[in-house]
């Protein structure tokens, strides 16, 4: 949701209070509503992904076992005899690999076809806008002469704007979404509206509101991803590297065997041993394809790197504004500028985020 107050400085009586009840009725109903549909179809294309990943890979390797068991001689291996005649008879190995590749086939083509990651990403940037359309409108110069005059009129006028801006957002295709990204620009240095001697106490409290709602809320939500994506790169970053060179470690095992021990076919131990290294040998690299796919489904590492960075950006920004509020007089002439130049950030990681998921490769 969309964060209400999380400070009781304002009063819903007061100008400042109206424009936040304006903007909460207008932008809650259709963020909650885009923000609960983007959650839900990430987390099913992701699931379908983490599906199509695992089947995909068991299948191969039960293909691998079943190639394996048909070059082992069993007239050589009388304690496996029974097992490998039972396996080369029964198709039960055919069948579970038949179940996983159906399974593996039938996640890649409802993804496909449901389109989720088009959806997902069209209305995960449908509720960002819409984020942003509510924090912009906060910095409307022509709010901040209402809010310090009192002027209705103008502020019901400021409500349309917000209306008209809303349809706009909600009726965007994704198609749309390219032109968007594309179309980054560097905004002119703004200039402070002029605020009557006096009247700067509701200016005050919609800053206090935009560095609570906006910036320590980014400043958290960025935090704890980057922490989330952190942990979860930790554990799965080298299993690639491990699963490699262990796959070329039972190649030379292998080798080493046939080079090294005579007539191994003829001894069950260094025969089964050699066997299994192939089976490993093949095996590894497609378990290896597999975590790989799950990794570059959620770009742990590039992701919780650009979490952290945004953080910290807007903690320092965070102090610069504190620094400028704290003033004798406030610096109203630099803190409104860093107030817009918050939002042009917010717009522009908005955008990196948009290229970074357009280019991820799910399948």
């Known amino acids: 949701m969309i964060p209400?107050?999380?400070?009781?400085?304002?009063?819903?009586?007061?100008?400042?209070?109206?424009?936040?009840?304006?903007?909460?009725?207008?932008?809650?109903?259709?963020?909650d509503k885009l923000d609960?549909?983007?959650?839900?179809?990430?987390?099913?294309?992701?699931?379908?992904?983490?599906?199509?990943?695992?089947?995909?890979?068991?299948?191969?390797?039960?293909?691998?076992?079943?190639?394996?068991?048909?070059?082992?001689?069993?007239?050589?291996?009388?304690?496996?005899?029974?097992?490998?005649?039972?396996?080369?008879?029964?198709?039960?190995?055919?069948?579970?690999?038949?179940?996983?590749?159906?399974?593996?086939?039938?996640?890649?083509?409802?993804?496909?076809?449901?389109?989720?990651?088009?959806?997902?990403?069209?209305?995960?940037?449908?509720?960002?806008?819409?984020?942003?359309?509510?924090?912009?409108?906060?910095?409307?110069?022509?709010?901040w002469v209402s809010l310090s005059t009192d002027r209705s009129l103008e502020m019901e006028e400021w409500r349309l704007i917000v209306n008209r801006e809303i349809l706009n957002i909600k009726a965007m295709k994704f198609e749309s979404l390219h032109a968007w990204m594309a179309a980054e620009k560097i905004s002119p240095s703004p200039q402070a509206p002029d605020i009557p001697p006096g009247r700067q106490n509701q200016i005050d409290r919609l800053i206090e509101y935009y560095t609570i709602n906006r910036l320590d809320d980014q400043i958290g939500y960025f935090t704890r991803a980057a922490e989330r994506l952190e942990r979860r790169n930790l554990h799965t970053e080298r299993i690639p590297d491990l699963l490699f060179f262990a796959s070329v470690f039972c190649v030379l095992l292998h080798f080493s065997i046939e080079a090294l021990v005579p007539q191994y076919e003829n001894n069950t131990g260094f025969y089964m041993l050699s066997i299994g290294l192939i089976f490993a040998a093949i095996s590894l690299p497609v378990i290896l394809a597999g975590i790989r796919t799950y990794r570059g489904a959620h770009e742990f590492s590039r992701s919780s790197l650009l979490f952290r960075t945004k953080a910290n950006s807007l903690a320092q920004m965070r102090k610069r504004l504190d620094l400028l509020r704290s003033a004798d007089p406030p610096r109203y002439d630099e803190i409104y500028p860093t107030l817009l130049e918050a939002e042009d950030f917010f717009e522009s990681e908005h955008r990196e985020w948009l290229r970074l998921m357009m280019e991820t490769e799910w399948y």
Request: proline share 4%; net charge positive; hydrophobic share 45%.
């Open 4 to 31: 209400q107050q999380k400070t009781d400085s304002s009063n819903p009586g007061s100008p400042f209070g109206k424009a936040r009840s304006i903007l909460d009725s207008c932008i809650s109903e259709p963020f």
């Open 36 to 143: 609960g549909e983007a959650i839900r179809q990430q987390k099913r294309h992701r699931t379908l992904t983490v599906i199509a990943a695992f089947a995909g890979t068991l299948a191969v390797i039960l293909a691998v076992l079943q190639l394996t068991i048909r070059v082992i001689d069993p007239e050589n291996l009388e304690p496996f005899k029974a097992f490998i005649a039972y396996l080369e008879s029964t198709k039960d190995v055919a069948i579970l690999e038949s179940g996983v590749i159906l399974l593996a086939l039938i996640a890649v083509v409802i993804g496909i076809s449901a389109a989720h990651k088009g959806n997902w990403i069209l209305s995960r940037s449908k509720a960002e806008r819409i984020r942003m359309l509510k924090f912009r409108a906060l910095l409307q110069p022509d709010l």
